[in-house]
């Protein structure tokens, strides 16, 4: 069995557009169908990351790639958090790089208990 038949789900976002029904229950304030995964993947990389499930993770995981998501955190995303930033600099062996901290609105905001 090729490497593409044991995932069912298999993404690389040059070669398949369409976002996963899996994670469209991410996006509830779009409509999820007309999401690119390569026109659109910071703001799919933001959402997955930060607000994803572990299978939500897995699936960025394997359509983005490390270097991919390791260059979406060098450049910053004002929806995530310090504490996300944080886990994935230790998990990408990043920790000596100084990555963009979130938006003022985003430091300064009304739940306190979410980051």
């Avoid at 897995?58 to 490390?66: F, I, L, P, S």
């Amino acid at each position: 069995m090729s490497h593409l038949g044991r995932h069912r789900d298999f993404c690389y976002a040059s070669v398949v557009a369409a976002l996963p029904a899996e994670v469209h229950w991410l996006f509830w304030e779009t409509e999820p169908a007309a999401l690119d995964t390569e026109v659109n993947r910071r703001d799919i990389l933001a959402r997955v990351l930060e607000r994803g499930r572990l299978e939500d993770v897995a699936w960025a995981m394997r359509c983005y790639g490390e270097a991919e998501i390791l260059e979406f955190f060098r450049h910053g995303h004002p929806a995530i958090s310090k504490k996300t930033a944080r886990f994935w600099q230790l998990y990408l062996n990043a920790q000596d790089e100084t990555w963009p901290h979130p938006a003022r609105s985003r430091a300064n905001n009304s739940a306190p208990w979410i980051d």
